[in-house]
């Protein structure tokens, strides 16, 4: 994890897939907002792969962070995340990213 001014930026890899994926990232994102953490960037661009349980995730991460009050927004989808995503109506939900710059000028 990174921070730049008081934006946590999670740079994740790998798959977020039922088991290890998302409970690693549910804790990530808890602990965040635990300890006062209000913007979080999630950054998917070395996530390869994403299960039903993975998207479900990153839908209880966007709850977790609004209803404290804080915001959630995701960069650097891949093509098969961001089709996911689409077809789910989830790019309509979360706000996305396509370079970091952009992403962090977006917070409040």
Known sequence: ????????????SGEITLGDGTVSL????RDIVKY???????NLGAVHYIDCSGVGEL???????????????????THRIREMLAITKLL?????????????????
């Open 26 to 29: 549910r804790q990530n994102i």
């Open 36 to 42: 006062g953490g209000k913007k979080i960037l999630l």
């Open 59 to 77: 839908i209880s991460t966007y709850k977790t962070a609004t209803s404290n009050g804080g915001q959630f927004k995701i960069l650097n989808l």
């Open 92 to 108: 309509k939900v979360f706000e996305v990213f396509d370079n970091e710059k952009d992403a962090l000028e977006s917070f409040d």
């Open 1 to 12: 994890m990174r921070t730049y001014n008081d934006i946590k930026i999670i740079d994740w």
